[in-house]
């Protein structure tokens, strides 16, 4: 049972729209909630995270925001563009981190 | 480069055999992680190590086996492999286990035949 759920699993977005992944979790434990970026032939890198106890965290074009009520978090990316195109994971740790199923971003030119 | 360097990135095997993934770091850092990549599945923790000499299992450990006899480097044994087996595998280290973001390996592509 998966306790992380992603979605939508596939995106395709023009370049300069807003990408928007989005993740629900179960464990009212988790205190962590990172994104993960992944190129093709490569491991994922860390790209942004957040703590429960805010709302929102933006980096650049990367934002999370977060909803603890609801017990869900998302990814959203502006101005995007093809250089993000990659497969995106959700992830909720409390020790062990556990990953959502993914989303592979496709930015169109 | 500093980071995670895993050996061999691909390998074939037929059902049966064995074989012994290598996870090294230059980080110095605590914790190390397995984690194996299906389509679909997301990544899901194997074994996992909180220190040299120490292992733990993860959420679908069965059919894997673990060292980390030197704190910069983490094993992964296969003792009779199996098509189930066959995925993309991912090392990751971090500094603390908790609340703190993973460096990952490249991955070994392994097909099990």
């Known amino acids: 049972q998966q306790q992380v759920k992603q979605s939508p699993q596939s995106l395709i977005v023009q370049k300069g729209g807003i990408s928007i992944i989005n993740c629900a979790y179960e464990n009212t434990a988790f205190d962590y909630f990172p994104w993960y970026q992944q190129f093709p032939g490569k491991g994922p890198a860390l790209l942004i995270a957040?703590?429960?106890?805010?709302s929102e965290k933006k980096e650049g074009r990367f934002t999370i925001s977060f909803n603890k009520s609801a017990k869900q978090f998302s990814l959203h990316i502006m101005d995007s563009q093809p250089g993000d195109s990659a497969t995106y994971f959700c992830?909720?740790?409390?020790?062990?981190?556990?990953f959502g199923a993914g989303t592979r971003l496709t930015v169109k030119p | 480069n500093a980071g995670v360097t895993q050996t061999p990135k691909f390998r074939v095997l037929k059902t049966g055999q064995s074989m012994t993934l290598l996870c090294a770091q230059d980080m110095n850092h605590e914790y190390m992680y397995w984690y194996r990549q299906d389509p679909g599945m997301g990544l899901r923790l194997i074994h996992y190590s909180v220190g040299e000499g120490t292992t733990a299992k993860g959420e679908v450990p069965d059919g894997y086996n673990v060292s980390r006899l030197k704190k910069q480097n983490f094993l992964l044994g296969l003792e009779s492999a199996a098509p189930s087996q066959t995925s993309v595998y991912f090392c990751?280290?971090?500094?603390?286990?908790?609340?703190?973001?993973?460096?990952f390996g490249s991955g070994t592509r392994l097909t099990v035949v």
């Open positions: 957040i703590r429960p106890d805010v």
């Open positions: 990751a280290s971090s500094y603390v286990r908790q609340g703190y973001g993973y460096t």
């Open positions: 992830a909720a740790s409390k020790g062990d981190m556990r």
